[in-house]
Structure formats: C-alpha cells, structure tokens
C-alpha cells in the first residue's frame, strides 16, 4: 500500500473510531429504547463522508453532494478505494460493531455507507449490511402487539414518539417485505382518529406520518423510475427513466404517494405544498387515473356538495388539490356573499388548505382603503363582502376559521404577502371598536419574519382611531407584530400622561427587547426617548423612564 494509500485510510480509520467511542460515553442508552417498545435500538446508519482532509462521519446522509470542485484535488482513484481501502473499513466496523448488536447502541439493523471523493467523481458504496434477526423478530412482534391493541382496540391518544417510530417501520422492507398499503393507510388514519381531540399533538403525528411516507417515497419508490437532481434553487427535480414505466403492480404504492400528496396539501404549511403537488404530477406521469380526477377536480376528500355550489345568486367551486376557490357572483347582493362565506369558512373548518386563492367573477371591483395589499381576486371578494353591514358577523367567523400562523394567501408572496384572514380582519378592524378583540387575535398569529403588511395596517388604524386608553391595547398588539419598518406619527398623543401610563401598563411583563422594537416606531432610537426623559418632568418623566428601563432590561 501506497504512502497516500496508509494516509486516507488513517484519517478514514480515526473517524470512524470517533464515531463509535463518542456515542459509547453516552448513559442515556437504556432509558432511551424503555420510551417505547417499538424502538429496538438507538443506531441503525452510519455515513462515511471522504473529502481529501476532511473525514466526516454521521448518522445519516446530509443530502446531496455539493456538486463543487473539492477544496483538495482528490488523489485517488475509484479502484484503489473499492479494491484497498473499503474492506479495511469495513473490516474496522465490523469489529467494532460486533460485541455492540445485542445493546441499546445498535438497532435492529445497522447499515454502513461510504461516499469518497475520486479522481473520477463522488463514488458511493454500501460496505456493510446487517441485520439482528432476534431483534427483528422481538419488534415485529412489538408492533403487531401495539396494532393490534392500542390502535384497533384502544380509544386513547396515543404518544406522537410511538407514531414517529411506527410509521417508519410500517415502510421498512427489512421489516415489511411485502407491504399491504391498504392496511398502513388504515393504521395512518387510526392514529388520526385517536388523537383527533387535541389538535396539537395530532398535528405531531400527521407530521411524522408526512415525514415517514416521504422519505419512504423520495429513498425508496420514485428511485425505481426517476433520477433525481438539484436546481438552480437546490430543489428537487425528477427526471422519467428511459422504459421505467411501472405495471400494475405499482398501483398500491402509488395509492401511498397519493395519499401523502393529499397529507401535504392538507396540513403541511404552505412552503412545503409543492412537494404534495410534485407527487401528484408524478402519480399522474406514472399512470394512475386516480391521480388525472384529483388533479381535475381535487382529492375527494370532500363530499361533491362540500366542494360545488350553484343557484341564482352565485357559482362555487373549490379544488383543494391547487386550493382554489372559483367564485362566480351572478346578482351582487349580500345574500350571495353570505353563501360564498358561507362555503370557505365550511371548508376551512373541515381541512381545506387555508393557503388558499379565490378566483372571483364580480361585476363589483372594491378594495380595503390600506396601501400595499395586493389588488388580488381574494382581497376584491373580501372588500367587495365588507361593504354590506349584515355580513360582519360571518366575516368575523371566516377570520377566525381562516388565521393561522405561518400560512398564507396562495396568491400573495413577497412583501405583499399575508395571512389567511387577514383582508377580513382589516376591513372589520377599521370599522368599529366590536372588532378589537379580533385585530388583537389576528396579530398575535402574525409571522412578521415573513409578512409586513400588518405595518400598512397599524398605520391606517392609528389614523382612523387615534390614540385613546381605548386603542393603545391594540396598538400594542399591533406594534408587537409589525416590522421594524412600520411608521407611525403619534409620538405627540403621548405627551398625555394618561395616554403614556396606558402604554406603560400594556408593556408590562414583556421582554426587554420585545419592548424596545414596540417603542421604536413611536419615539425611534432609545437614546431619543432618554434625551426626552431628561427634559420631562414629575409624572411624565418617571413613565419614560420606567418605559426605558422596561426596554432595557435583560432575561435573568
């Protein structure tokens, strides 16, 4: 062996020596895989990741390989690694893998992977497969247990840890060679039914049945017939392998793509949807008709009366595949606005994706007297709804079925865009004081990393309403909500001691840095409001300073 040759396998050898001796210092092992019956062990992958000086090694893949040139040219070539190097390696991990199979480190199965940087490329090896068939014999049996009993007869929650694991190993060959899909979806909906009543951990489980039917769908499935790659914007594009159409007998894992594209559109939020569509393009590219009618008419999930609505005053129809909700408003009256509230804020409450568009037909172009909105066909329904007074109660349902935190109007992106809701809760905010409670509502969901349009609208409720002991509580909300780029011209409202005390009081218990972006709109910099503090006197002077102090004070 080469002088190069005796150098990589050092640094490949010292590695994997680290990976295994760092994860024996853990003591949390045993307690680990007593959590639950249905993990056998803590470590089943272990990923060799060769660069010329920079070995790493992890638990699982990081993704795709930077397509990059190499900081360091790489020296050899693939022969020599598949030939002299790689079973050393795999020689090391055995030994070393050996008298630890029976504990809590090592899973029912370990699988060991090298990817090394060659001459000619990224060259990929499997180098080790292994399986404890007793261990995979004691989970199996620990699953059928726990189908068996805590999902068909049980009628408790059940932990999301148990569905982390389980649905994983419903998709795992090793355990489930022949996979009867009609029967894992039945187990998927068993748990969603389960856990229906709390809907924070349900959202949990749904999460990782997503994840679980996703890799299986991304490692597993589409490899069969696609090639992948990365685009220009690093993401995922699939390519139809030349004659790789499948049989029939591809049906039912489609049927399991089908299913989680619908998971995706239904519950992930909206950044993640287009991978739901991506697998609804693929079933169709694939053959399933199932596929053409859900990308034709939505997934069925909803009843044909839930999803079509026609009579004399309007037309409705919603695809919750593309979430689309067509709107034609034949007679402009407010009884047909009532049946189009009507039918978004059913299907919002039944699981319709809340990132959402409306296509609208209306002779009537109205919008929300707020600058920067988008002149959408959502914000013109919703505008056009707000002018009839009889509506306000069923817009102010609709707001409250419809907000939720880091979703979003289908057709807004950028700094146009914002929250479901959100046009309803503008227009109803600036009309009268019964509708506070609901502005407060909405701009305690508002992801302002991603949306500033709430700063258009504080600015347009302070001038509608002012400054009172009234609208500070909502100002305050509103302020906690908004961007540093919001501006206000009410600074001289708060040389009232009244109105400052108010302030004072609504800032009370927030963090210090919390505080100081809420001030920051109304007096800028706190050197300003210091500067301020100075000059004031009596009253006055002892609210801004307990206004800078607020500001300034830090976590414990």
Same mark, same amino acid.
């Given at each position: 062996?080469?002088?190069?040759?005796?150098?990589?396998?050092?640094?490949?050898?010292?590695?994997?020596?680290?990976?295994?001796?760092?994860?024996?210092?853990?003591?949390?092992?045993?307690?680990?895989?007593?959590?639950?019956?249905?993990?056998?062990?803590?470590?089943?992958?272990?990923?060799?990741?060769?660069?010329?000086?920079? +070995?790493?090694?992890? /638990?699982?893949?990081?993704?795709?390989?930077?397509?990059?040139?190499? &900081?360091?040219?790489?020296?050899?070539?693939?022969?020599?690694?598949?030939?002299?190097?790689? !079973?050393?390696?795999?020689?090391? #991990?055995?030994?070393?893998?050996?008298?630890?199979?029976?504990?809590?480190?090592?899973?029912?199965?370990?699988?060991?992977?090298?990817?090394?940087?060659? +001459?000619?490329?990224?060259?990929?090896?499997?180098?080790?497969?292994?399986?404890?068939?007793?261990?995979?014999?004691?989970?199996?049996?620990?699953?059928?247990?726990?189908?068996?009993?805590?999902?068909?007869?049980?009628?408790?929650?059940?932990?999301?840890? %148990?569905?982390?694991?389980?649905?994983?190993?419903?998709?795992?060959?090793?355990?489930? !060679?022949?996979?009867? #899909?009609?029967?894992?979806?039945?187990?998927?909906?068993?748990?969603?039914?389960?856990?229906?009543?709390?809907?924070?951990?349900?959202?949990? =489980?749904?999460?990782?049945?997503?994840?679980?039917?996703?890799?299986?769908?991304?490692? /597993?499935?589409? !490899?069969?017939?696609?090639?992948?790659?990365?685009?220009?914007?690093?993401? @995922?594009?699939?390519?139809?392998?030349?004659?790789?159409?499948?049989?029939?007998?591809?049906?039912?894992?489609?049927?399991?793509?089908?299913?989680?594209?619908?998971?995706?559109?239904?519950?992930?939020?909206?950044?993640?949807?287009?991978?739901?569509?991506?697998?609804?393009?693929?079933?169709?590219?694939?053959?399933?008709?199932?596929?053409?009618?859900?990308?034709?008419?939505?997934?069925?999930?909803?009843?044909?009366?839930?999803?079509?609505?026609?009579?004399?005053?309007?037309?409705? &129809?919603?695809?919750?595949?593309?979430?689309?909700?067509?709107?034609?408003?034949?007679?402009?009256?407010? /009884?047909?606005?009532?049946?189009?509230?009507?039918?978004?804020?059913?299907?919002?409450?039944?699981?319709?994706?809340?990132?959402?568009?409306?296509?609208?037909?209306?002779?009537?172009?109205?919008?929300?007297?707020?600058?920067?909105?988008?002149?959408?066909?959502?914000?013109?329904?919703?505008?056009?709804?707000?002018?009839?007074?009889?509506?306000?109660? $069923?817009?102010?349902?609709?707001?409250?079925?419809?907000?939720?935190?880091?979703?979003?109007?289908?057709? +807004? %992106?950028?700094?146009?865009?914002?929250?479901?809701?959100?046009?309803?809760?503008?227009?109803?905010?600036?009309?009268?004081?019964?509708?506070?409670?609901?502005? $407060?509502?909405?701009?305690? =969901?508002?992801?302002?990393?991603? $949306?500033?349009?709430?700063?258009?609208?504080?600015?347009?409720?302070?001038?509608?309403?002012?400054?009172? @002991?009234?609208?500070?509580? #909502?100002?305050?909300?509103?302020?906690?909500?908004?961007?540093?780029?919001?501006?206000?011209?009410?600074?001289?409202?708060?040389?009232?001691?009244?109105?400052?005390?108010?302030?004072?009081?609504?800032?009370?218990?927030?963090?210090?840095?919390?505080?100081?972006?809420?001030?920051? !709109?109304?007096?800028?910099?706190?050197?300003?409001?210091?500067?301020?503090?100075?000059?004031?006197?009596?009253?006055?002077?002892?609210?801004?300073?307990?206004?800078?102090?607020?500001?300034?004070? @830090?976590?414990?």
């Amino acid at each position: 062996m080469s002088t190069l040759q005796e150098q990589v396998t050092a640094e490949m050898t010292a590695a994997i020596h680290a990976w295994f001796d760092e994860r024996l210092q853990r003591t949390d092992l045993e307690q680990a895989i007593k959590r639950t019956t249905l993990q056998a062990g803590i470590f089943n992958d272990f990923i060799l990741d060769y660069k010329p000086g920079r +070995t790493t090694a992890d /638990d699982f893949d990081l993704g795709y390989d930077d397509e990059e040139r190499p &900081r360091t040219p790489a020296r050899l070539d693939d022969a020599q690694v598949r030939e002299l190097i790689a !079973p050393q390696l795999t020689a090391l #991990v055995q030994a070393r893998l050996a008298p630890l199979v029976d504990t809590p480190m090592i899973d029912y199965r370990f699988t060991f992977r090298g990817k090394f940087q060659t +001459t000619q490329g990224k060259l990929h090896l499997t180098l080790l497969e292994y399986v404890n068939d007793g261990k995979r014999q004691s989970l199996l049996s620990n699953i059928h247990a726990y189908v068996g009993h805590t999902l068909a007869q049980g009628s408790e929650p059940t932990p999301p840890l %148990e569905t982390f694991f389980l649905a994983r190993h419903l998709l795992d060959k090793q355990l489930f !060679p022949q996979a009867d #899909v009609a029967w894992i979806i039945a187990q998927f909906e068993r748990i969603q039914a389960l856990n229906k009543a709390r809907p924070d951990t349900l959202a949990e =489980h749904r999460h990782h049945i997503i994840r679980a039917i996703t890799q299986w769908a991304e490692n /597993d499935f589409l !490899p069969l017939y696609y090639d992948r790659s990365l685009s220009a914007y690093r993401a @995922t594009e699939y390519a139809l392998k030349a004659g790789a159409l499948p049989d029939g007998q591809a049906q039912q894992p489609i049927d399991l793509l089908l299913y989680v594209a619908v998971m995706i559109l239904r519950y992930e939020p909206s950044y993640a949807k287009s991978r739901g569509l991506t697998f609804l393009e693929i079933a169709r590219e694939l053959g399933s008709e199932r596929a053409v009618r859900m990308l034709k008419e939505g997934s069925g999930t909803f009843p044909d009366a839930d999803i079509h609505v026609k009579n004399a005053l309007l037309e409705c &129809r919603a695809n919750d595949v593309f979430a689309t909700i067509t709107i034609a408003i034949a007679r402009e009256e407010a /009884d047909a606005y009532a049946q189009a509230l009507a039918f978004i804020t059913h299907l919002l409450n039944n699981g319709f994706p809340k990132s959402y568009q409306i296509k609208l037909k209306s002779k009537v172009k109205t919008y929300l007297p707020i600058k920067g909105l988008a002149k959408s066909d959502t914000h013109r329904f919703f505008a056009n709804a707000l002018a009839h007074a009889s509506l306000q109660p $069923q817009l102010e349902a609709y707001a409250r079925a419809a907000i939720e935190q880091f979703e979003f109007y289908a057709d +807004t %992106e950028g700094e146009k865009n914002c929250m479901p809701g959100s046009y309803a809760v503008f227009g109803l905010g600036l009309l009268d004081a019964r509708h506070f409670p609901l502005v $407060q509502h909405y701009m305690a =969901h508002v992801d302002e990393e991603h $949306q500033s349009v709430q700063d258009q609208f504080t600015t347009a409720y302070a001038a509608t309403f002012g400054v009172t @002991t009234a609208t500070i509580p #909502v100002l305050t909300a509103c302020l906690r909500a908004c961007t540093d780029n919001v501006k206000l011209k009410i600074q001289a409202d708060f040389e009232d001691v009244e109105k400052l005390d108010c302030l004072y009081r609504q800032l009370q218990g927030l963090e210090g840095y919390l505080v100081e972006h809420m001030l920051y !709109p109304i007096w800028g910099r706190l050197e300003k409001l210091a500067a301020l503090a100075r000059k004031a006197q009596g009253p006055r002077k002892e609210l801004l300073l307990a206004l800078l102090e607020a500001a300034s004070k @830090t976590d414990a």
